[in-house]
């Protein structure tokens, strides 16, 4: 049976606990099922293809997971492109959300709080509705997106604007359970499936390289933990090179991953038009950078005229995707110098850019 546990003193944790309340790090889940392929329901078009691996059970769901895998070029250099912007609700978060609110609904929760910059809380809205739970999320008041606001209270999300909105959120979550996606451990889980998905649709195979945005890291930590998991049950014969893009503005990893330290350092934020991913300080910054030294990985930084061309050129080719998500594929030229020319990569498209059409255009 999967435990909880904290990743710093090694207490075990409740199903409801955000973080470790006796340090106060982070959690996961330790124990999980091993991966095996016999057990994947290949009738099911989502995620819950691999329920056998995930212990959560599914109560609801919008059919998340299963994103296309499809080949782009750019500039002469090629790459297979994960759209997890075709989510339900436009973004990457939809897994997370999923094994954490059908993990918390067993739990018997009504009421769920979040923080987020839109995606997060976007996504926490529409499956608190169909779980017939609550849900109230904290966006930051000076940087949040109006659209991403909008979508929020669209799909019965209630906004809470604050100028100081993680200290907000600790407070409110002494009170109501906090469906954190940087915190619950079952974030990540969820994450896991998009490289076993990722897996199937290369034949059976894991890719060279696999490429994300990473803010709080959840999906790059995902598909690590899941090719780790496909190499433990003996199905990889190697780990994918993980490599980590974050903006220029707010780039923790980079600078630990080049100082070769063991946690990112604090900064303070500059300007970024990926507002995604503008996090000083990552929950599980250290796991990530573990991450990247583990699997021959790297970190790289991208400014802002890079990312605003690789998100043009990417519309142009048809994938409508946001800032965010273009930091990856503004990236690929040094992704390409670094890995070679022939190295099969994978580049994840994280959010959708329908979320911020008819937005003014952020300052470069």
Known sequence: MAEIKCNECRQSAGPLDWRCQSCGGSLDLVGLPAFDPSSIHSDD?????????????????????????????????????????????????DRGTSTVLNHLAAHGVKDVIDNSSGNAGASLAA???????????FVPAATAVESKKRLIRSFGGEIMESHDYLADVYAAAEETTYASHAWNPYFVLGQQTAAWETWEQLGLRAPDAVATPVGHGGLFLGFYRGFQALYDAGLIEKLPRMIAVQSAGVDPVVRGWEAALRIPPRMKPGPSIADGILVDAPVRGAQILRALYDSEGFALRMDNAAIESARQSMHTRGFMIEATSAVTAAALPQIRERIGAEAELVIAFTGSGLKNLGAAPAPL
């Open 127 to 137: 499956f608190a509705g169909i779980a017939g739970m609550s849900a109230k999320v």
């Open 45 to 93: 078009f989502s995620l819950w293809r691999y329920r056998a691996m995930l212990p959560v059970e599914r109560r609801f769901s919008l059919g998340e997971g299963l994103t296309p895998l499809v080949p782009v070029e750019l500039d002469g250099a090629d790459f297979q492109a994960k759209l997890e912007f075709l989510n339900p609700t436009g973004s990457f978060k």
